[in-house]
Structure formats: structure tokens, C-alpha cells
């Protein structure tokens, strides 16, 4: 029976794509605070600007693709049963190959209607005001913004509480509730961290290995090292 293979990233694993993450420049994102950008506040004080924010993240992500590490994740579905868990809102564990996603935060090629949260479609263009929704509300970003519940938490932990191996890559592990599902793991999972500056150490969990590099480097190498047990 194949293992199952559980695997939670963060912005570090599209770093090398060229995205930037979130936390490694001085509190700002894109030149932006955060709480003005990615809050349900933020939108309702200057909702153009919000909205220009992620025609701008949509534009950039239509420009970028898929590294080394998201298409090492992809190959390792020919030897276990793979579930990415992400907060990032790109797609680009989709387009590496990657058949089993969850993003917690968002698709950034999406957008919903602002009365229906249900109401999501597709979108690769620029959202202006007066993009309305079926029902007739303007349309914002599919994007979990802080302080907005995680809908997709609940099936998250589901996935997580099965895993045989849990691999970690590119998170500062900050924002809950997806820095917590780490603690959902079975007693006897091995962990793999990859991280440039691991905010977490080997002592904190028992059976976790620390692999301190960039995502393209570190990824391959565990990767490499887990289909060899399959061979
Ligand atoms: N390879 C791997 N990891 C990297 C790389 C790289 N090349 N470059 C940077 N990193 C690491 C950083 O060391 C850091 O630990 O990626 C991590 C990025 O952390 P954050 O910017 O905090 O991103 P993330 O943990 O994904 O943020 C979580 O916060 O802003 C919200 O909703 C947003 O999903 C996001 C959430």
C-alpha cells in the first residue's frame, strides 16, 4: 500500500519562482502593510487599492512558473499518495503537476462575490469596482484575508491526521491556524523542514529533520532520498 505523504508549504517554496514571501522584507509586502492590503478593513477603507494589489500579485503570477521544487513534489506522486496543504494563493503546485492541493488562504485566480461567499469563478484578468457577481455584488479576491475564517481548515486537519510523512517547506510558521497543523500528525511521523532560516529546531518535535536551504535545493534532495526507500 502506498504511504501517504502530506506536505504543507509556505511563500518560501515560490521565492525561487520570484514571488517574494511575505515576512523576509521588513514587515511590508510589496511595498505594502499588510493589515491595509489583506484585511476585510483594508478593502472596506480603500477597496481600488486592494483590488489593484492583486491585479498586480495576478499579473506577476501569470509571468512566473513553476521551480524545481514544485516539480519535485509532483514526481514523488508516482511512489505515494501526495496531499499539498498550502498558503500560498499561486498555482503553481497545480501547473508543476501536483493533482491533490488544498490552499488554505486562496487561489489568486480566483475571485468571489463580496454577499456570497459560495458564489467563486475563475479569473485571470484585472478585477475593477463594478465587477459585479450574478447577484449583483461587486467581486473581490478568493483570498483568505486575516481575521476571515479558513473554510478549508476542517479538511486540512483531515488529511493531516493521516499522514505517514509530513514535509514542511518554506513557512515561517506564524499564521495560525495553519502553523498548528503540525501538532495533527499520528504519534510516529517523521517530519522534514525545509526552510534558509528554520523557525523551528530539532528539539521542539521528536522525529523532525531540519533540511537548513532553499526550497530548489533541499526539496529534490529529500525527495530523491524518499523514492530511493521505494526502489
Ligand atoms: N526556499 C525555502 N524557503 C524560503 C526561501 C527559499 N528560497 N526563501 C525564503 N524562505 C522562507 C523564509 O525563511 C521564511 O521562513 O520562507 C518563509 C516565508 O515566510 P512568510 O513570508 O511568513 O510566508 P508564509 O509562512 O507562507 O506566510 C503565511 O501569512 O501573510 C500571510 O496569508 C499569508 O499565506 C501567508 C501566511
Request: aromatic share 8%.
Amino acid at each position: 500500500m502506498k504511504k501517504n505523504i502530506v506536505v504543507l508549504t509556505g511563500a518560501g517554496i515560490s521565492a525561487e519562482s520570484g514571488i517574494k514571501t511575505f515576512r523576509d522584507a521588513d514587515g511590508l509586502w510589496e511595498g505594502h502593510d499588510i493589515m491595509e492590503v489583506a484585511t476585510p478593513e483594508g478593502f472596506k477603507n480603500n477597496p481600488s487599492l486592494v483590488l489593484e494589489f492583486y491585479n498586480q500579485r495576478r499579473k506577476q503570477l501569470l509571468q512566473v512558473l513553476p521551480n524545481t521544487a514544485h516539480y519535485a513534489l509532483a514526481s514523488l506522486q508516482d511512489y505515494f499518495h501526495v496531499h499539498i496543504i498550502t498558503q500560498n494563493v499561486d498555482d503553481l503546485h497545480e501547473r508543476a503537476g501536483s493533482k491533490h492541493v488544498t490552499h488554505l488562504h486562496g487561489e489568486l485566480l480566483k475571485v468571489r462575490s463580496t454577499i456570497d461567499k459560495n458564489v467563486i469563478l475563475p479569473w485571470k484578468e484585472n478585477v475593477e469596482i463594478g465587477d459585479f457577481c450574478s447577484k449583483g455584488s461587486q467581486l473581490r479576491p478568493h483570498i483568505v484575508w486575516f481575521g476571515e475564517d479558513v473554510p478549508k481548515m476542517e479538511d486540512a486537519i483531515e488529511i493531516t491526521a493521516n499522514a505517514d510523512i509530513l514535509i514542511i517547506i518554506g513557512t515561517s510558521m506564524q499564521v495560525y491556524p495553519a502553523a498548528g497543523l503540525i501538532n495533527y500528525i499520528p504519534g510516529k511521523t517523521p517530519i522534514y523542514f525545509v526552510d534558509p532560516k528554520p523557525s523551528i529546531t530539532e528539539n521542539d518535535f521528536p522525529l523532525l529533520t531540519i533540511i537548513k536551504d532553499s526550497a530548489t535545493k533541499g526539496v529534490p534532495t529529500i525527495v530523491n532520498s524518499l523514492i530511493d526507500t521505494m526502489l
